[in-house]
């Protein structure tokens, strides 16, 4: 079971950048597909962006396209998602997820706010 620890959140004015890193530990990092994940205030919690086990492949919601840009070093068991040109509707808890086969693991989310 791989066992995720989310870090780089905080407050931000809208326009602004911020940098959110998952660090895995654990079980073996190999083979997961990475994702991150956002639950803004009152809403159910949304897909943002998801990247391979190689790096090759990457997904984004069509609102994040563009603004976020998902990456992974599995050399450092890491991945990150360098966020950018932020808006107010960013605010929200993101949260670091980990899928391999039937395997799934969540991280405990760190929050972010953006204010204009």
């Known amino acids: 079971q791989v066992h995720l620890i989310e870090s780089g959140g905080g407050l931000v004015q809208v326009g602004g950048s911020l940098r959110l890193s998952c660090a895995a530990s654990g079980s073996t990092f190999s083979g997961y597909i990475m994702g ?28 994040v396209k563009g603004r976020f840009t998902i990456s992974r070093d599995n050399a450092r068991n890491t991945v990150y998602l360098q966020m950018s040109s ?30 204009s």
């Open 36 to 63: 991150w994940f956002r639950q803004a205030p009152g809403k159910e919690r949304e897909f943002l962006a998801s990247i391979s086990w190689s790096g090759g492949g990457s997904y984004y919601e069509d609102s």
């Open 86 to 115: 932020l808006k107010a509707e960013d605010t929200g808890v993101y949260y670091c997820n980990a899928h391999l086969d039937d395997n799934e693991c969540w991280g405990q989310g760190t929050q972010n706010a953006v204010s």
